[in-house]
C-alpha cells in the first residue's frame, strides 16, 4: 500500500516530492493523450466525471500492458512482484463496459462508434493473441 512517510530531514521531503513532480508529470501526460484522442477539442472541465474514470482506466490498463511487454523484452526489469499481479480483462472489454456505463444517452451515436472502432482490431498491439 502506498503511503507518505514520516520523513527524517527536509531532503528527504524534497527528494520524495521531486519523484512524485516526475511521475505526475508523466501520468498527466499520459491522461491528456488518451482524453484528447478520444474527445478532441475537449476540456477536462467539459468531461463528466464517468469520462475521466473511463480515460484514467484506459491508461491505467495501458501502462499495465506495457509494463508486461517490455518486461518480457527486458527481463532483468522484472522483480517478484510481477508475478502476483491479478489476471485482468482484456482492454477491448475493460473500455466497452467503461463506454457503457460512463457516457451519457446524448452521446450513444458516438459510443457505438467507439465501440465499433474498438470491434474493428482484429489484432492489436496489446492483445498478443
Known sequence: MSYIPNFNSNQDWEDFTLLFDKRWHCKRALLDRVKDDMFPNTSWAGLTSGHMEVINDIVQSLLYDVDVEFKSKHPEYKTEDDDIFIPYRSFKE????????????????HNQEVLAKLESFEESPWDPE
Open 94 to 109: 475493460n473500455v466497452a463496459e467503461a463506454l457503457k456505463e460512463a457516457m451519457p444517452c446524448a452521446l450513444e451515436k
